[in-house]
Each structure stands twice: as structure tokens, then as C-alpha cells.
């Protein structure tokens, strides 16, 4: 069926940066759109962006838009979030996740835990 | 924007109840609905795709029914394992989507 590993989340100050990542195995990356969607403390699912098969794609949530960026490597069945000048907003558990769009999200990670001190 | 209002946000109930939740869009998705189950501390974990149809190895007290802009999740026989936080998310606007505020089903 698939399994997702992220990595990554840290505890960050206002305005810094971070890269998390998301390891792919059992199922072939390269043949899927893959989606990041975070929760904030407390609250409910958030998507924040997703990437086509090849990379060639990308689309963000607008609060996100210009901060953060989605990429891939497939040879390493990895995806990756880039998040730049973040916010105290910006904590949350970000879930790296596998999106059939129609047939829905159907593969999650565990999550890694993004906290943004001021 | 496509907006995904849940109702209600809490609900209280007992073992073997019937839970209906119900899922509301801010325009027209047809059957472009999923419904995901969430356990504190655990990931999301897909229900119900495209409105009705469920996912390999979730149990038939599940179901989901609508299409437009109205949607329900019923859970019939509510066991104590169902206790949890449900989720719907239109996929119409693929590929930016959205998700529900919620629902979570407590103890009565």
C-alpha cells in the first residue's frame, strides 16, 4: 500500500527557515501527485501545497505563496517543503501525503512538527 | 475559493448509535467529496472517496451519500473505536483543495 516518512520539523525562530522532507517506499513516487497538508495546534486540516508527477507543477495555498516551495526527486522518492521567513501561524504537524485526487488522499505520513516562536 | 462548511462541529453519542454528519459546499462539486477519520495523535486516514465509494478495509457501518453541494458520512452502529474527529475535502478543484472544519464525535 505504501508508506510516507517525513522529517525535518524543528523548532525555529520568526523568520527563519526550514526544509522538511518526505520518504517514499512501497509504492513508485514518481506516478503520483503528492500533497503537504498541516494542522496548527488544536485545529483542523490545512492544505498548503502539492506538486504533479514530474515537478513540472505546483500550486500553494495563498497564505504560503512566495514562503514556501515544493519540489521532488524521484530518483530518491523524496519530497521536500521549503519553508522560508515563517510565521508564529506557520506551527503546525505537516503531513506529507500521497492525493489521488478523486480517489482521495490515501496515504499519510506521520506527520513532523513544525514550531514558530516570535 | 471553494468553501467546505461541517455540521455540527461536536456531537456526543453512544455505542451502537446512528451519527450522521453532513458536509456543505460553497458551489457545485459533484461527487468530488472524501471523508477522512482522524484518532488524537494519529494521522488522517481516508474513509470514503468520491462521495460514496469505500476505501479498501474500512468497515461497512461506513457510508457516504450526496452529490452537488450537499453531502452526509452515517455511521451505523457507532463501535467504540469510531470515537474520533471526521473530515470532509472536495477535490473539484483539483489540484488546490479544501477541507471540512470537522466534526468530532465524542462519548455521550
Known amino acids: 500500500e505504501g508508506q510516507l516518512v517525513e522529517s525535518g520539523g524543528d523548532l525555529v525562530q520568526s523568520g527563519g527557515s526550514l526544509r522538511l522532507s518526505c520518504v517514499a517506499s512501497?509504492?513508485?513516487?514518481?506516478?503520483?501527485?503528492m500533497t503537504w497538508v498541516r494542522q496548527a495546534p488544536g485545529k483542523g486540516l490545512e492544505w498548503v501545497a502539492n506538486i504533479g508527477q514530474d515537478g513540472s507543477e505546483t500550486y500553494y495555498v495563498a497564505s504560503v505563496q512566495g514562503r514556501f516551495s515544493i519540489s521532488r526527486d524521484n530518483a530518491k522518492s523524496s519530497l521536500y517543503l521549503q519553508m522560508n521567513n515563517l510565521r508564529v501561524e506557520d506551527t503546525a504537524i505537516y503531513y506529507c501525503v500521497r492525493d489521488q485526487f478523486y480517489y482521495g488522499m490515501d496515504v499519510w505520513g506521520q506527520g513532523t512538527t513544525v514550531a514558530v516562536s516570535s | 475559493d471553494i468553501q467546505m462548511t461541517q455540521s455540527p462541529s461536536s456531537l456526543s453519542a453512544s455505542v451502537g448509535d446512528r451519527v450522521i454528519i453532513t458536509c456543505r459546499a460553497s458551489q457545485r462539486i459533484g461527487l468530488y467529496l472524501n471523508w477522512y477519520q482522524q484518532k488524537p495523535g494519529k494521522a488522517p486516514k481516508l474513509l470514503i472517496y468520491?462521495?460514496?465509494n469505500l476505501e479498501t478495509g474500512v468497515p461497512s457501518r461506513f457510508s457516504g451519500s450526496g452529490s452537488g453541494t450537499d453531502f452526509t458520512l452515517t455511521i451505523r452502529g457507532l463501535q467504540p473505536e469510531d470515537f474520533a474527529t471526521y473530515y470532509c475535502?472536495?477535490?473539484?478543484?483539483?489540484?488546490?483543495?479544501?477541507f471540512g472544519g470537522g466534526t468530532k464525535v465524542a462519548v455521550k
Open positions: 475535502q472536495q477535490s473539484d478543484s483539483t489540484p488546490q483543495v479544501s
Open positions: 468520491a462521495a460514496s
Open positions: 512501497g509504492f513508485a513516487l514518481s506516478s503520483h501527485w
